[in-house]
């Protein structure tokens, strides 16, 4: 299986800081990466496919880059409502589409 | 407006049994392939099962690979998990989530989900 590790773990940051998680696969996922965001209580919802593409209602402030085995989610201009964990997904290995251990981001 | 919405969680004991069901609406719920994805508490996400549109497709996570049933019906917009000789860590919210596709079916990603129904194997 393919193995998704996240750093860190957990942050805080303030309102209007620009903060990147980073995603790292065991293996060339090319673009096949997806991040989602979970607020606590809530379902998940997703916000980048295909590493880079925003999914249709997301704020822009979110932002995905990277191929094969690095990839990063960049949230610029940081707001309140933005506090979660946040999770990557590769779709390389379908149907088997492992998440990463989640990265929890605090707004101070 | 697309909406899934899961049934059927609850307390259970060691080695019994429960059938979790969602029920989905606003959208043709045969033209998509279904999952379901679990979330034991305080802990990440994980990936149970999936069936294909048409459920000629069906795959399962070794961890619950011949004890989950996954299965739907397009007549009745459900989607289905049968789960047997349930253990301590089948502990968990479980969701049903939409498998969605772009650029001609390369890329997959999940872009609905329900609300979730928790699960609790205990005695």
């Known amino acids: 299986d393919i193995q998704m590790t996240q750093s860190p773990s957990s942050l805080s940051a303030s309102v209007g800081d620009r903060v990147t998680i980073t995603c790292r696969a065991s293996q060339s996922i090319s673009s096949y990466l997806n991040w989602y965001q979970q607020k606590v209580g809530k379902a998940p919802k997703v916000l980048i496919y295909?590493?880079?593409s925003l999914q249709s209602g997301v704020p822009s402030r979110f932002s995905g880059s990277g191929s094969g085995t690095d990839f990063t989610l960049t949230i610029s201009n940081l707001q309140p409502e933005d506090s979660a964990t946040y999770y990557c997904?590769?779709?390389?290995?379908?149907?088997?589409?492992?998440f990463g251990q989640g990265t929890k981001v605090e707004v101070k | 407006e697309v909406q899934l919405v899961e049934s059927g969680g609850g307390l259970v004991q060691p080695g019994g049994s429960l059938r979790l069901s969602c029920a989905a609406s606003?959208?043709?719920?045969?033209?998509?392939?279904m999952n379901w994805v679990r979330q034991a508490p305080g802990k990440g996400l994980e990936w149970v099962s999936s069936?294909?549109?048409?459920?000629?497709?069906?795959y399962y996570a070794d961890s619950v690979k011949g004890r989950f049933t996954i299965s739907r019906d397009n007549a009745y917009n459900s989607l289905y998990l049968q789960m047997d000789s349930l253990r301590d860590e089948d502990t968990a919210v479980y969701y049903c989530?939409?498998?969605?596709?772009?650029?001609?079916?390369?890329?997959?990603?999940?872009?609905?989900w329900g609300q979730g129904t928790p699960v609790t194997v205990s005695s």
């Open positions: 069936i294909s549109y048409s459920s000629t497709t069906i």
């Open positions: 295909a590493a880079s």
């Open positions: 989530a939409r498998d969605q596709s772009a650029s001609g079916g390369f890329y997959y990603y999940f872009d609905y």
């Open positions: 606003g959208f043709t719920f045969s033209d998509y392939s």
């Open positions: 997904q590769q779709s390389y290995r379908i149907p088997r589409k492992t």
